[in-house]
């Protein structure tokens, strides 16, 4: 008897997306808009989702013309052998820093916000060993496990938003575009570096049991993702109005406050227990990514013995790359955008239009 | 297998936290100094004095422990340091205290007058960055020393951090966490606020005679500009000021019947003296001994409601090239007492009567905008954000000098009043219906 | 340099089997059932009991009859002669059938009622035995054996053999009769409405209990002989048409592949058959109770017996099918789905109370509300031990009372209670060993760790419990969200027979939701769950709603693939 979920359903594809992106961004992310954007910070999202959303269109119409190809196989048929492998491993080092990322930011958080004690190491270190140990299963039960944390994180965020809506005030959002829209845009672009992540689908794709199914629940999944973001943005703005850009993580701010009558309160464990499963799902979601880019680049036949060697370099580049975290602070702000947007947008539309212009691949239906 | 393997990676590796585990983050509730009140006053040679008062939990549960009474001893103590910083001052108080200091059930944070007077921002950032403190602790000043304040041992309540948690959060005048001071502060356009507490004698019981024990009071809102306390206001002003902030108090406010047209209340001329005598005039007021029933037709009298909802809603428009703010406030009152012997069963009464009452709950708003306007330059209204939010391009011009147009800004200020019940009786039970007035 | 990653290279390329995906064939049980059934030997023949075919002389086959049967005292010979006739031979042993009734249906017919009745005795062997077997012998079976190992097999279940002189066969009667324990209400899995009737040691009895409550006969029972020495009689039973065929075949794979001494109860049969044998979560659903086979009959799985054993097994399952109590099906459907919302709220609870505690207390004292923070603070205030080995201690000693009350006598079992939960509870809280919150969370983990309605499930829950426990003693939350995710991980990871362990939640199956934490009314549980073949999905048609169309047919097989 022989299971037929090898594959990962649409469903579950957007399952894996939402938390694989928006968990570290629901935390931190209004405080890093709100330097620029200030009271405006929440049209960040929504600015960024157009650019996110052509992120995915890149990834469904290469997945279209290379059905059951990831990014890495076909690559080298577009743009020739060496540039295309150089092309995947700039897609892998893009997996690797971005997971390298995610747990500094994981460790940085967790040690300010409740272990301030414990050296860094151990955090980074424990959260890369349950995302490897999650990633050896491989994706269908990482995908699993994101049908099982997805609707309970979504609960939680409701259920702080309901809590801490008595601490909110609409006027602190005002006046709106009060610097016109270039911090706004600003900010958008630091978001769509988050939302941008979306690229994984690069690599997740051709797991997914119907193609063009996949590409609309990822749109789903990127709607969900930018919802949250924007309402979580909100919430800050409206609770700590100028002071939101003071904060490094607002919405943990936000789950300190939240109360319900005298008896529901201090549910912040709760935000940092959610905030360290979700930290390691989206590390264990771009570990998978970094390790089947780099098996493929390489040609191995399979990336499972990579899991842990890979991990263990994710979470030493992770401890030791950075200085403190206001290097990080300033990196995820003005460096990484930028950065970003070169492996998210740059890379996947070169491949796409050098396809189409050589007219490599499937020949993709136009009224499709 | 694969997660046969992985089930053997995890177990060796939670033995081995297990023996990690005594290192970090790790301590037990009784090596913990557990404070529940904060302090902070300014010394004179411009350092932070920051008064600690620690639970005792031992004496806590201890049946007999509570209270103060009886040569028990108090279930907390109060140790207290000395330092440039907040942080600084605490792990000098560490040195004097034999357990881990442990900050984040600090419930009520007290600032002395001396600090408040010479700016409260340098604290505030203490406040908002430090990990254990939590933003949404309530934050008051007093006059005088803070620490103070500490030594009180109410006697309702187990605790004092309780008794004076329940007092603040009795809405009469509004509360000010961390948090909304700290908006106030960074926020273009707004000053801040925060509820004044003193101490007051309590009226000694026969066992308590000669132990001069004291309980917590509201004397009013500390009124700062900028970071720097410039005045209290009184407790019938801060509730004027709950109205323009929205925050309208649950509380009674008497006003006279008939009422005489355009003179101001009684209380509200006193705005000119000092807040602590205005404390000392509010004690006796005029006019507020009671009457005798059969005579309360002859002098005026008075009428009580309790405010039961209120909602005030702010406007601004430009009027020949100024920004005016108009302040429109809705109440629905009960009436709670009626010595005035008015016929509150007839309807036509009750028109005159919600426009007597929006009257005197004008004339309370009034008075504290002349003060934070004229005397304090305070704008604790946040006026300044509200043109801000209106009229963003306008506020660029004014924001520089916010505070002298803050002086002569026009607030016109509109109440209405309803009167939706009468208490439990309709018509005063101590007056014979020809007695009444119409 | 380079030549050292070359190696490395080579290394990883070697590594493994070119599966991207994790399939079924890589999994530990697979392989494990392969090679099993590689070295098991073809047919089950114990050495010395080769064939040894029946000859026609009566003196020589009873006396290989015995050597075969190790000269067992019990073996009874009873030398007659049929109608006076021809010599012949009943052979039993005592200690299987009843000596009453070989000598009411198999002695008295064949010498004193053919006597009596003057019947003519056939003269060829033929005719002999096909006389014998069809108007002699009192018994509903009767077979006929060539080979004495068989003979022998046979007596040893329980039958009796007539040997007659001049036959080259041997006549088996089966004489039902044996005693058994009575049927009665499952002790483990009682109800307060629904059947009370359990399953007993015979497995005869047992599937009767199954066939009473299943009239079509499309249900099925495969019989198999498993156990190199106990040859216990082992029954697959499932419904032919609902069952997928690949589950049944998976089902007699790896029943086959066994290769054992004995089987002496159907835990046996589980602990080779299931996915993951490195878990301490059960991948196979026990019951004693023959509702419940039926009902998971008739959602598509298949279910497995053994005689001797009071419980059947029943594969695939999954976690929130090891949750269900049968009485969740027998009371309202309203009730029945609070009852499991409590039952999963308390389970989370035993899991994690413990621990909330231990990180609260000992690293996030922040969490606590302050008064709840006074009170245990007083509490710990002379208590010697950190909150960790406290509620270790508790914890430990607890399952040590539970144990010891299982296991003793009841009336004794009764005083271990309460002397554990006054000496040690009382005495330890009030000589300041052991704090009273500490008591309470123990005491009430305890309760609801009773509140699961498997045993085994409880139990492996509560071993996660000290897993996530010494997780959060030494790092606090990030323990304790870090082992709830491996341990989701793990349950999202197991199988049971191919089926997700934690399906119809992860994976998704909309419709399959109507049996898990809720539970749906019956008239709208349209759909049997996933495992059945795809187009029988559908329970029943919905007169009411559909008006009177045909009514379903009964046998599944039978309908057209295209509808539903």
Known sequence: MRPAETKISPFQLAMLLIPGIGSTAILGLPGTTATFARQDAWMAPLVAFPASALVIWLCGRLAARFPDETFVEYAPKVLGRIPGKLCGLLLFWYFFHLDAAISREFADFLVAAAHPRTPMVLAVGLAGFAAAVAVRHGPEILARLGELFTPGAVVLLLVIVGMAYSSTDANLLKPVLENGLRPVLASGLITQAFTGQVILLAVLLPSVTRRDQGVKASYAALGVIVAALTLVSIVSLSVFGPITDKFLWPFFKVARIAKFGQVLARIDPLVIGFWVGGSCFKLAVHLYAAVVTFAQVFGLRDWRPLVFPMSALVSAYAAGHLQNFVEHGHMLAYFWPPYTQFFQLVLPAVVLIVAAIRGVGVRVDAKR | MRSARSWLRVLPCCALLLLLGGCYDRIELNELAIADIMAIDRTEDGLLKVSLQFLIPSELTNPGGVGSGGGLRDPFYIMEATGATLPEAFSLLQAKVPRRLFTSHIRVIVLGEELARSGIGPVFDSLTRMRELRISADVVVTEGEGARLLRAAPRLGRLPVLALANTLGQRIVPQREIRQVAIALAAEGMDPFIPAVGLVPRIETQLEVGTRAQEYELTGVGIFRGDRLVGFAPLDLARGLAWLVDEAPFAAATIEWPPETGAPSPQLERTDLSPSEALIEREAPPGTGPGSPGSGLKEPNHITPLIVRARVHFHTEIQDGQVVVNVHAHAVDDIVTNQAGLDLTDPKVIPELEEALADSVKQRMQAMLRLAQEELNADVFGFGALIRRNYPQLWRTLRQDWHDHFRRLPVHITVDVDVRRTGLTGNPTIFRPEQLRK | ?564
């Open chain 3, 1 to 564: 340099m380079s030549s050292l990653f070359r190696a490395f290279f080579d290394w990883l390329r070697r590594g493994r089997a070119p599966a991207q995906h994790p399939s079924l064939d890589d999994r530990w049980v697979q392989r494990a059932i392969q090679e099993r059934l590689a070295r098991k030997p073809a047919s089950l023949v114990d050495e010395g009991l080769a064939g040894v075919r029946l000859g026609k002389d009566l003196k020589t086959n009873l006396s290989t009859l015995r050597r075969l049967a190790g000269d067992a005292p019990d073996l009874v010979v009873r030398h007659l002669h049929i109608a006076g006739g021809p010599e012949a031979a009943v052979v039993f042993f005592e200690t299987l059938g009843r000596a009453e009734l070989v000598a009411n249906q198999v002695i008295k017919p064949l010498t004193h009622d053919a006597a009596q009745a003057g019947l003519r005795v056939p003269s060829s062997a033929g005719g002999l035995e096909a006389w014998i077997r069809e108007q002699v012998i009192n018994s509903a079976r009767v077979t006929v054996e060539t080979d004495l190992r068989e003979v022998v097999r046979e007596l040893c279940h329980g039958k009796t053999a007539l040997l007659v002189q001049g036959l080259a066969r041997a006549i088996i009667v089966e004489l039902l009769g044996l005693d058994t324990r009575n049927v009665q209400e499952p002790v483990g899995e009682p109800v307060v409405r629904g059947p009370r009737d359990g399953f007993v040691e015979s497995l005869q009895t047992n599937m009767s209990l199954i066939r009473r409550r299943v009239g079509s006969p499309l249900l099925r029972f495969e019989r198999l002989l498993l156990g190199r020495w106990t040859k216990t009689p082992v029954v697959i039973t499932y419904l032919r048409g609902l069952a997928p065929d690949e589950l049944i075949e998976e089902v007699r794979r790896r029943i086959t592949a066994i290769d054992i001494d004995g089987i002496i109860d159907t835990s046996y049969i589980e602990e080779f058959i299931e996915d993951t044998p490195y878990t301490v979560f059960p991948q196979v659903l026990n019951t004693e109770r023959p509702d419940v086979v039926v009902a998971n009959l008739l959602e598509g799985r298949v279910a497995i017996m053994a005689e001797g054993s009071p419980f059947a097994l029943i594969v695939p399952t999954s976690l929130w099918a090891l949750m269900n109590a049968a009485e969740d099906y027998y009371q309202r459907w309203d009730g029945a789905t609070l009852v499991r919302l409590l039952r999963y709220a308390l389970v989370a609870l035993m899991l994690l109370f413990p621990s909330v505690y231990v990180a609260a207390t000992t690293f996030h004292p922040e969490m606590l509300p302050s008064p709840m923070l006074i009170s245990i603070a007083a509490a710990r205030e002379a208590v010697p031990f950190s909150s960790f080995t406290e509620v270790l201690l508790m914890e430990i000693t607890f399952e040590a009372l539970r144990e010891a009350g299982v296991r003793l006598p009841r009336p004794i079992g009764q005083t271990i209670g309460i002397v554990g939960a006054i000496v040690i509870g009382e005495a330890a809280v009030s000589a300041q060993i052991v704090s009273a919150p500490v008591v309470i969370i123990v005491a009430f983990t305890g309760i609801s760790s009773f509140v699961v309605p498997h045993f085994n499930v409880g139990v492996a829950f509560r071993i996660a419990r000290f897993f996530i426990l010494i997780l959060a003693g030494s790092l606090g939350l990030l323990g304790i969200s870090i082992g709830l995710m491996l341990l989701i991980l793990h349950l999202a990871a197991l199988r049971s027979f191919g089926q997700p362990y934690l399906a119809p939640v992860s994976p998704l199956r909309w419709p399959d939701l109507q049996d898990t934490v809720i539970r749906l009314p019956r008239w709208l549980m349209r759909k049997r769950p996933q495992v059945t073949t795809a187009w029988v999905r559908r329970r029943r048609d919905f007169p009411l709603r559909q008006g009177n169309k045909t009514f379903p047919r009964e046998e599944g097989t039978a309908r057209a693939p295209g509808r539903d």
